[in-house]
């Protein structure tokens, strides 16, 4: 039983969570396996890393797979629970494997952004690159997106064009076309990348080190920002009548939420990590779920995504960096007292239901 409250255990930067990660680690005699970034730096100038922490068997047929900073700013909700979860002392099942990966995007979570180093949307990565997924709605919008000019008058031309589309095509289909995933735009939202990232390759890494013998993998990825603030969704990707579907409600209940039939506060993506963890582990039966936690309205989100795409590819100067930062850490990040208590208790809740059920 945990004596400390369950926000003392969100960090406040990378560095910080990193460090807790660790130490939560090493109180419990779990080795970490740090894997250094080998180009990007962080603000500070210092390395960035990909750390995984492994219980159980290596042998083990069975496996819990815990992913978090896939959205790199988004990795200081998951970096708490899985810090909260060693304090707490977890314990894999018998026979069962429990592999966390923290930071699977260090250099987003470092410098608080959802992409990594090179504009790539890793829960858009996994692809194809050879033959990827059109978006001609995207490709209809790019420029409003993600405009070069962010002073009042274009800002608001750009804003004038997204609402004509949203009226003529609506709600839904503008989410996606906007959010779904899109590989012609390097320098737009939501890019999934001419080629595989690094974090991808690194994922691999841990796949064969870790859960090379797997035959059962439930995996829970963690992220922020769609929904009310501190209200969690367990998303899961295809609808009912399919396999992944009937597995995954029989570990989470009738409250999963489906992508692919219009459930989910999000719309069907492009080259997400469940793909990607079926491709690489094609021997074992994957059931996948992301549990997004609300943070901010969509449009404040939206906005701050915009803003921190222009900074990024388009700013002249550097004067608007530190606040644009700040505005996408709220954007995905809910640092209140209230809001990490409401993100941990679905955290546990889910991650619990995924021992249960294996």
């Known amino acids: 039983m945990m004596s400390a409250s369950p926000e003392s ?7 910080g969570a990193r460090r807790a990660f660790i130490a939560a680690c090493e109180a419990r005699g779990v080795d970490v396996i740090a894997r250094v970034h080998p180009a990007a730096k962080g603000p500070d100038g ?3 890393f990909l750390d995984t922490a492994a219980m159980g068997p290596r042998h083990a047929t069975r496996a819990l797979l ?13 970096s708490g629970v899985m810090t909260g979860l060693m304090r707490g002392g977890i314990v894999p099942p018998l026979d069962t494997r429990l592999v966390m990966i923290h930071a699977l995007n260090p ?16 829960n858009r990565n996994f692809v194809d690159h050879a033959d990827p997924p059109g978006n001609p709605g995207y490709d209809e919008l790019a420029d409003a997106i993600a405009p070069r000019d962010i002073s009042g008058a274009a800002w608001a031309e750009a804003d004038a064009v997204l609402d004509a589309w949203r009226r003529r095509h609506g709600d839904r289909a503008w989410q996606q ?16 990348g001419a080629r595989e990232s690094w974090s991808v390759q690194a994922l691999r890494a841990v796949l064969t080190e870790d859960l090379s013998r797997v035959e059962r993998l439930v995996a829970v990825d963690f992220h922020t920002g769609l929904g009310a603030p501190g209200a969690g969704e367990i998303i899961v990707e295809t609808g009912s009548g399919t396999p992944a ?41 994957v059931t996948c779920a992301t549990l997004e936690v609300g943070t901010v309205a969509l449009p404040a989100m939206f906005d701050a995504l915009r803003l921190a795409n222009w900074q990024d590819h388009f700013a002249p100067d550097t004067v608007r960096a530190a606040d644009i930062g700040q505005r996408m850490r709220d954007a995905f990040y809910g640092d209140t007292p209230a ?20």
């Open 245 to 285: 579907h009937a597995r995954a409600q029989a570990i989470w209940g009738s409250g999963i939420r489906a992508a692919a039939t219009g459930e989910s506060l999000s719309t069907p993506l492009t080259g997400t990590l469940e793909r990607g963890l079926e491709r690489m582990l094609p021997g074992a039966q």
């Open 9 to 15: 255990h969100f960090p406040q930067d990378y560095r």
């Open 66 to 78: 815990l992913i978090c900073g896939t959205h790199g700013v988004e990795g200081y909700f998951g």
């Open 177 to 192: 076309a906007i959010s779904a995933g899109q590989y012609r735009h390097p320098q737009g939202l939501f890019y999934g």
């Open 339 to 358: 809001w990490k208590q409401a993100a941990w208790r679905q955290a546990q809740a889910c991650v619990g239901a995924a021992l249960a059920g294996l």
């Open 46 to 48: 210092k390395p960035l």
């Open 107 to 122: 250099f987003g979570f470092a410098w608080n952004r959802r992409v990594n180093e090179d504009n790539v949307d890793i």
